[in-house]
C-alpha cells in the first residue's frame, strides 16, 4: 500500500465516516490527524529496531591519497544513520580486495594517532569510526587512491506524498495501519480500538522481527 491507501485504511478501521482522505497533502482536521498518525507510526516502527533490514544499504568511496578520515557527506551518503563495522573492505584491484579490521575509537587513538603512526602512509588496514562525525577513520594514510566498501543502516524513511510507499514488504504493510489505529483510539479514547490495534500490531510486529532482522547467534555454553 502507498500512503494514501494505508490512510484510507485507517479510516476505514477506526470507523471515521466519508471516503477520504483525497491526498495526503493540504488536510486539515480529522483527515490531517488521520495522514500524520500513519506517517507517525511508520516512523515509531522505524525507531522500533535500528537494523531492520529495509534500512541496510550499499556504499563504496575512493580514498583519497593521504586523507584518513571520510565523513558520510564527504562520500555521497545523505540518509547515514551508522556503519556497519564488522564488514568494511577495501581494494586498490578487485582481485586483492580485503576486510579491514574495525577498532574501537579510543583504542585506535592510543594506538595509531600518537607519534610516528599518526602519519605513517599505506595501504589502511585498520578502520575506526570518530564518534564527533561519523567519519570512516582509515590507518594507514592511504598513499594512493583505493576503493573502500560496505554496508550501512540508513535514517528512518519518510512518507510525503500520496504514492510513497514503505521500505519494508508490502505484506506487512498494515503494521503502519494497526499502530495508527493505536493513536486515534488513545486521542479519541476508544479503547476497543485501541486494543485492537495493539492485539494486531504485536502479531505483525513479531513476523516483521523475524523476516527484517538477523538472527542472533549464540556462543558455546561456557560449561
Known amino acids: 500500500m502507498n500512503y494514501l491507501a494505508l490512510c484510507k485504511r485507517l479510516r476505514s478501521e477506526a470507523g471515521i465516516s466519508g471516503t477520504g482522505p483525497a491526498s495526503v497533502e493540504t488536510q486539515t482536521g480529522e483527515m490531517l ?93 585498520i578502520v575506526s569510526v570518530k564518534p564527533s562525525n561519523n567519519a570512516l577513520t582509515l590507518w594507514q594514510l592511504p598513499d594512493a587512491v583505493y576503493t573502500v566498501l560496505g554496508e550501512y543502516y540508513k535514517v528512518p524513511d519518510v512518507l510525503s506524498g500520496d504514492s510513497d510507499s514503505p521500505l519494508f514488504p508490502a505484506r506487512f504493510h498494515m503494521i503502519i495501519v494497526w499502530r495508527a489505529l493505536m493513536f486515534y483510539g488513545a486521542y479519541v479514547a476508544a479503547d476497543e480500538k485501541y486494543a485492537h490495534g495493539q492485539n494486531e500490531y504485536r502479531g505483525l510486529m513479531m513476523d516483521l522481527e523475524l523476516d527484517q532482522l538477523e538472527e542472533m547467534v549464540y556462543g558455546e555454553p561456557l560449561a
Not at 516502527?45 to 583519497?64: E, K, V, Y
Not at 579490521?101 to 595509531?112: L, P, R, S, T, V
Request: hydrophobic share 35%; charged share 25%; aromatic share 14%.
Open 33 to 125: 490527524r488521520v495522514v500524520e498518525w500513519i506517517a507517525a507510526a511508520y516512523e515509531d516502527i522505524q525507531n522500533t529496531h535500528a537494523t531492520w533490514g529495509c534500512l541496510r544499504d550499499d556504499f563504496s568511496f575512493s580514498t583519497i591519497d593521504g586523507t584518513q578520515a571520510y565523513t558520510p557527506a564527504a562520500v555521497s551518503i545523505t540518509d547515514h544513520a551508522t556503519w556497519i563495522e564488522e564488514d568494511i573492505r577495501i581494494y586498490s584491484s578487485v582481485a586483492d580486495e580485503s576486510f579491514l579490521d574495525y577498532c574501537m575509537w579510543e583504542d585506535f587513538k592510543i594506538a595509531y594517532m600518537r607519534g610516528t603512526h599518526r602519519s605513517q602512509e599505506g595501504r589502511p588496514s
